[in-house]
């Protein structure tokens, strides 16, 4: 069973930085696709980024310059760096693995973005 646990979330003011990071246990993730999603409160969730076992990746338009998805395969892991946060970066973060053709979510981790 392949479960998935992130950390890193809390309150930051604007144009702080924060680093998620989502380890996962129960199979190994450098072989897995792996992204972060979020959602916003009375908002549907989007794909923030994703990374393959390749390490081809990918991010929505409105992060591409400030955040940066990368795997830390020592820590079986994959993290996200948010730069120049913004209040409408706030929502609950969540990382998604896809292991043997099966999507495996961690709970989330809420980001505040907020003076």
């Known amino acids: 069973q392949v479960q998935l646990a992130e950390s890193g979330g809390g309150l930051v003011q604007p144009g702080g930085s924060l680093r998620l990071s989502c380890a996962a246990s129960?199979?190994?993730?450098?072989?897995?696709?792996g992204g972060w999603y979020r959602q916003a409160p009375g908002k549907q969730r989007e794909l923030v980024a994703s990374?393959?076992?390749?390490?081809?990746?990918t991010y929505a338009d409105s992060m591409k310059s400030r955040f940066t998805i990368s795997r830390d395969n020592a820590k079986n892991a994959v993290n996200l760096q948010m730069n120049d946060l913004k209040p409408e970066d706030t929502a609950v973060y969540y990382c998604?693995?896809?292991?043997?053709?099966?999507?495996?979510w961690g709970q989330g981790t809420q980001v505040t973005v907020s003076s």
């Open positions: 129960g199979s190994s993730f450098s072989l897995a696709t």
């Open positions: 990374i393959t076992s390749g390490g081809r990746t």
């Open positions: 998604n693995g896809w292991f043997r053709g099966q999507s495996y």
